[in-house]
Each structure stands twice: as structure tokens, then as C-alpha cells.
């Protein structure tokens, strides 16, 4: 097995609405904003190679949607998800596998692009299977009031029209091979995943929403973009500590400057241990 890093670019998100409840004088120290409160954030995402398979877990915010959408959250950094695949050696037409956490436009947007007439939508990654989960899909196709403007059927409604949809089966599917199980959260959106990967001796948790970056360790530090952050609570706690017990190397979806960390016991509760890229293991 190989993990590469697909790095997809930067975007800007509130830091208020980043970090919840928590005051900016706190968050600010990890996560600093600029004179519009905004902070920066990564859209990172991780290919691996598992024998025959090579699968994508998320794939950025896509580049299909008009200049009035992307004007609200300031595109930046030149890595690319095309660009940062070619560096792997690959093309999204050797994709077997597009693994999606949850389908708000940051995390699946990259997955569907207009068809070369511009007359409609085709898959970016022709030749793989898309997996969602059947909870999830559900939530996402009949969008609450609140996540409405995260889901975007364009982003969506094409996957399962292109008939490329799978449905991951359950808790700790083994649908994309031995060496990777999957947990659901239901804090953050409903029934989102997260995939725990066997690397190397070690585990790697891809943490999607679930911990956007080290700012977010300590546990009241939620996001108020959560649909339930009281249950967001019980779920980082109970993973955070089994994380830190079975010393997971957790891999950052959203931090800007950080591509992995570890987690360590302490008088204040579980804290950040060290930070690394994912090629130093």
C-alpha cells in the first residue's frame, strides 16, 4: 500500500462559524483570521494505492460553479486536484474508487464537471465507483434549511444518474479492502465517514469533519456549521481518546498548515502531541 497526499487548494471560512461557541480570542491563537474574520483552510484529500484498487477519499470543491459562489470563500494556493494527481503519477481516469466522507461542496465537488458540449454534467472519475451511504444519501438529497446551501444537487444528483453510486454497507464496511474499515458520525452532518486505515504498522484516520485541524482538539472547540454539536461532543471525545490510546495518526482534511498529528494525555485533557506530512512515516 502507498498513501499520497492530494492537495486541492485553499478557501476561506468564518472563523467564528469555524469554531462554534469558543471566543475568537482563543481560536485566534491556532487559526488567525483576517481583517473580515476569515481563515484559511486546506481541502486536502488522500489517494491510496491498494493493489488493484486506487481510491480518493474526497475531492475539494470542484471548479464548476459560477464567480458569485466562489467570491464567497477566496480560492488560493496552486495545487489543483488534477494537478496534484499528475504528481502522483496518476489521472482521475485511473481512479477505481471515489470514497466521499459526506457530500457538502467542499469535500465532492471535484467529483462531477461540466460535459464538453457544457450542455449538462458528466463524472470527473469515468471509470470509478462513488460511495456514499444510504443515510447519508437520503439526508443529502432532501437537504434540511439549515445544510441547504452545502448540499448542492449539482454536485450530487449527476453521481447517481451516471450510475457509478455504490453504498458503503454498514459500521467498519470492508467494501474498499482489508486494509480500510469505516465509522459513521452523526454530529457534523448526518451519517458521515470516517475512513481508519492500516499504513505501515499504524492506523491513519482520515478525520474529515470530524476534527478540521489541531485548533479543534480540545472538546468544545465545534464547529457551528454541526447540525448537533452536543452529539458532535460525545463523538470527538470517545474517538479522540481511542485515538490517543491506540496512538492513531490523524490526517487533516481542512488544516492549512498541518498535514498530520498525534494526540497525547494531559492535566488539561487530550492535546496535540506532534505534527508531520504524511511522508515522514
Same mark, same amino acid.
Given at each position: 500500500?502507498?498513501?499520497?497526499?492530494?492537495?486541492?487548494?485553499? *478557501?476561506?471560512?468564518?472563523?467564528?462559524?469555524?469554531?462554534?461557541?469558543?471566543?475568537?480570542?482563543?481560536?485566534?491563537?491556532?487559526?488567525?483570521?483576517?481583517?473580515?474574520?476569515?481563515?484559511?483552510?486546506?481541502?486536502?484529500?488522500?489517494?491510496?494505492?491498494?493493489?488493484?484498487?486506487?481510491?480518493?477519499?474526497?475531492?475539494?470543491?470542484?471548479?464548476?460553479?459560477?464567480?458569485?459562489?466562489?467570491?464567497?470563500?477566496?480560492?488560493?494556493?496552486?495545487?489543483?486536484?488534477?494537478?496534484?494527481?499528475?504528481?502522483?503519477?496518476?489521472?482521475?481516469?485511473?481512479?477505481?474508487?471515489?470514497?466521499?466522507?459526506?457530500?457538502?461542496?467542499?469535500?465532492?465537488?471535484?467529483?462531477?464537471?461540466?460535459?464538453?458540449?457544457?450542455?449538462?454534467?458528466?463524472?470527473?472519475?469515468?471509470?470509478?465507483?462513488?460511495?456514499?451511504?444510504?443515510?447519508?444519501?437520503?439526508?443529502?438529497?432532501?437537504?434540511?434549511?439549515?445544510?441547504?446551501?452545502?448540499?448542492?444537487?449539482?454536485?450530487?444528483?449527476?453521481?447517481?444518474?451516471?450510475?457509478?453510486?455504490?453504498?458503503?454497507?454498514?459500521?467498519?464496511?470492508?467494501?474498499?479492502?482489508?486494509?480500510?474499515?469505516?465509522?459513521?458520525?452523526?454530529?457534523?452532518?448526518?451519517?458521515?465517514?470516517?475512513?481508519?486505515?492500516?499504513?505501515?504498522?499504524?492506523?491513519?484516520?482520515?478525520?474529515?469533519?470530524?476534527?478540521?485541524?489541531?485548533?479543534?482538539?480540545?472538546?468544545?472547540?465545534?464547529?457551528?456549521?454541526?447540525?448537533?454539536?452536543?452529539?458532535?461532543?460525545?463523538?470527538?471525545?470517545?474517538?479522540?481518546?481511542?485515538?490517543?490510546?491506540?496512538?492513531?495518526?490523524?490526517?487533516?482534511?481542512?488544516?492549512?498548515?498541518?498535514?498530520?498529528?498525534?494526540?497525547?494525555?494531559?492535566?488539561?485533557?487530550?492535546?496535540?502531541?506532534?505534527? *508531520?506530512?504524511?511522508?515522514?512515516?
Amino acid at each position: 500500500m502507498k498513501l499520497h497526499v492530494i492537495n486541492t487548494g485553499n *478557501f476561506k471560512l468564518d472563523g467564528g462559524a469555524m469554531f462554534g461557541v469558543v471566543p475568537k480570542t482563543l481560536w485566534s491563537k491556532t487559526n488567525p483570521a483576517d481583517d473580515n474574520n476569515m481563515c484559511n483552510w486546506s481541502m486536502r484529500c488522500l489517494l491510496i494505492e491498494d493493489g488493484n484498487r486506487l481510491i480518493l477519499i474526497d475531492n475539494g470543491i470542484g471548479d464548476k460553479q459560477d464567480a458569485k459562489f466562489f467570491s464567497h470563500y477566496y480560492l488560493s494556493g496552486n495545487e489543483t486536484l488534477q494537478s496534484s494527481l499528475k504528481k502522483a503519477g496518476f489521472s482521475s481516469d485511473d481512479i477505481t474508487d471515489m470514497f466521499l466522507t459526506h457530500l457538502h461542496f467542499d469535500h465532492c465537488g471535484g467529483s462531477i464537471k461540466y460535459n464538453a458540449a457544457k450542455t449538462g454534467f458528466e463524472t470527473v472519475f469515468k471509470n470509478a465507483t462513488y460511495w456514499s451511504n444510504h443515510e447519508h444519501w437520503e439526508w443529502a438529497t432532501k437537504p434540511n434549511a439549515r445544510e441547504k446551501a452545502s448540499f448542492l444537487k449539482e454536485n450530487i444528483l449527476p453521481i447517481q444518474e451516471s450510475g457509478q453510486l455504490k453504498f458503503i454497507d454498514g459500521e467498519h464496511s470492508k467494501q474498499l479492502g482489508e486494509n480500510i474499515s469505516i465509522s459513521y458520525m452523526r454530529g457534523h452532518t448526518d451519517a458521515m465517514m470516517i475512513p481508519l486505515i492500516n499504513y505501515k504498522g499504524k492506523k491513519i484516520a482520515f478525520m474529515a469533519d470530524l476534527l478540521p485541524s489541531v485548533g479543534h482538539i480540545p472538546l468544545p472547540y465545534v464547529m457551528g456549521y454541526d447540525t448537533r454539536p452536543l452529539l458532535t461532543l460525545t463523538e470527538k471525545e470517545k474517538f479522540l481518546n481511542e485515538a490517543t490510546e491506540n496512538e492513531y495518526v490523524l490526517f487533516l482534511e481542512h488544516d492549512s498548515v498541518n498535514e498530520c498529528c498525534t494526540l497525547q494525555n494531559t492535566e488539561k485533557g487530550i492535546r496535540l502531541k506532534d505534527t *508531520f506530512n504524511l511522508n515522514e512515516l
